[in-house]
């Protein structure tokens, strides 16, 4: 009412009086920390390039069938980006200056926070699990009839395929095998030929599918070759050695050329390092391999792999020793040979993407850990990369890769090709996925945009300026004058002692 006179407490309007006349102090001095702080922050953030790749998609730039990779859906965000955040922060200060005392608190904390995360370094992009297929479809399986033998536990188990795989709102598919009490029946023995146990070529035409009939086992079999001399019995590392017939290349020689000689021939014992796992034998005697002398044999649980459980290992860093990378190349070979199926649950059931994508994604992630496990071999992974790209010329992981194999050899033009390779696929996808949203006329185009990004951190973390000016230097402006390398990087830690003091300050501002 126009006519009514609000009359308010004396004392409440003291305290408003002090409160307006108070204020300026504690929000002035936070807001002076934060510009301090955003200064540090933005000359030290620049070179801050991304920890070593992956991160884990294809890569950086590289899981189980239903299981998302840890930095699945990671991208990687420049120092460019920064600049814009700092903006963020001092618009958020600015609002602090006006707001309640308590808002003031709560949003000190919060600005603090976006700075600290400002500060820290970014991640390398990771294989990015993106699917066309829309809509919450549930996973279907069919269990295997069969069950594996019985092992000296007294268990046997089985597992499954899937005959639609689901999509990420769907209902997923089951995790575990399905696992039975059983009783031990003792061990047995098996003719590797289901008969005599003659170890010869088969009576087949050749190629990759000429070989003798698999089958199963458990630890403390015995397995029986029966052969002349000039044969052997060689474990072979990988499903791709076994197909493709390729010795000495970490093989064991399990039976020599005169073991298999005589009445009984040679007799393996399946051992305890065998369990859950599959057993790839064959002759090495010239043309052999190839006519059919070889044999599979799956011992106990064993899982073939998948490209979700590929990039989940690669994302853990499981190359970091010699075991852990002959083990996690085991596994990579085992689900390219299972290509398109086997990565059929990294994309969701996405038939088309999976055999576009799976045995490029292979060799990527195969070049990947050959580069970077600790007896590096870059002849090898240049060699992988080349084959993902023949395979998949759009496959934007790999020409990350591959350019940081060159940055790591320190070639400027084989890098520039690589990066202006890179830079030209992602310019081409996101202009496909222009207008939409979720980019899904084009999938690739959130993958290409964080390869490229992880490996722009890659040329300023070897201080070069990457394309289109491709100097060995760092790109102008990008040094500070008078400021080290060390330096600029002890800014962003100093900014971060100016931050923790917010908080504190305004808490100790009285309400």
């Known amino acids: 009412d126009p006519k009514t006179t609000l009359r308010l407490p004396k004392t409440n309007i003291e305290a408003c009086n002090m409160r307006s006349t108070g204020a300026p102090r504690a929000p ?36 189980s069938s239903t299981t998302a990779s840890p930095a699945a859906s990671s991208t990687t965000a420049s120092s460019a980006s920064r600049p814009a955040t ?28 976006l700075l600290v995360g400002m500060a820290a370094p970014s991640h390398a992009a990771g294989y990015i699990a993106s699917s066309t297929v829309e809509g919450a479809v549930d996973c279907q399986v069919a269990w295997d009839a069969e069950y594996t033998p019985c092992n000296k536990e007294g268990a046997q188990s089985r597992r499954y395929t899937v005959s639609t795989y689901p999509t990420a709102t769907g209902y997923q598919c089951p995790i575990a095998a399905d696992l039975r009490a059983c009783t031990y029946p003792g061990a047995k023995t098996h003719l590797v030929d289901g008969n005599s146990g003659a170890w010869g070529t088969p009576a087949c035409s050749g190629g990759p599918a000429c070989a003798y009939a698999s089958f199963k ?3 403390g079999d015995t397995i029986v070759f029966k052969y002349a001399a000039g044969h052997d019995v060689v474990k072979l590392p990988t499903i791709h050695h076994y197909s493709e017939c390729v010795f000495g290349d970490g093989d064991v020689t399990l039976g020599g050329s005169g073991d298999g000689a005589g009445a009984e021939g040679f007799m393996y014992v399946i051992t ?42 690669v994302g853990a860093g499981a190359y970091s020793t010699e ?58 992974s240049e060699k992988y990369y080349n084959e993902a790209l023949e395979i998949h010329p759009g496959h934007c992981e790999a020409w990350s890769y591959k350019g940081e194999l060159y940055l790591d050899q320190g070639s400027l033009e084989d890098a520039s090709a690589a990066y202006t390779s890179l830079s030209n696929l992602a310019a081409s996808t996101a202009a496909s996925g222009a207008g939409n949203a979720q ?32 100097l060995a230097v760092p790109c102008p402006g990008e040094e500070f004058p008078g400021g080290s390398g060390g330096q600029r990087a002890a800014r962003p830690a100093a900014a971060l002692a100016l931050l923790l003091l917010l908080p504190l300050l305004m808490l100790a501002r009285p309400f």
Request: with cysteine; hydrophobic share 45%.
């Open 323 to 380: 075991e852990e990378a002959q083990h996690l190349i085991a596994r990579l070979w085992s689900f390219e040979a299972s290509c398109p199926t086997s990565a059929l649950g990294f994309y969701q059931g996405d038939t088309a993407r999976a055999t576009t994508r799976c045995r490029a994604d292979a060799y990527s992630l195969l070049g990947f850990v050959f580069r970077k496990k600790p007896s590096s071999d870059a002849t090898r």
């Open 217 to 219: 086992a458990t630890v």
């Open 439 to 470: 980019l899904s006329q084009n999938p690739d185009a959130p993958i290409c945009a964080a390869a490229l990004a992880s490996l722009q951190g890659k040329w300023r973390a070897r201080g070069w300026c990457p394309p289109p000016g491709a």
């Open 272 to 313: 305890e390092a065998d369990r859950n796992s599959e057993l790839l034998m064959a002759s090495s005697k010239s043309g052999a391999c190839a006519n059919g002398q070889r044999v599979r044999v799956v011992v106990d649980d064993f899982e073939k792999g998948t490209l979700a459980e590929a990039v989940a290992l």
């Open 86 to 113: 700092s903006l963020l922060g001092l618009g958020l200060a600015g609002a602090l200056a006006v707001g309640s005392a308590r808002g003031r608190v709560a949003g000190g904390v919060v600005v603090a926070a």
């Open 28 to 63: 002035m001095a936070m807001l002076l920390l934060i510009i301090l702080a955003e200064v540090a922050l933005v000359q030290g953030a620049s070179p801050s390039p991304p920890p070593p790749s992956p991160p884990a998609s294809p890569p950086a730039s590289d899981a």
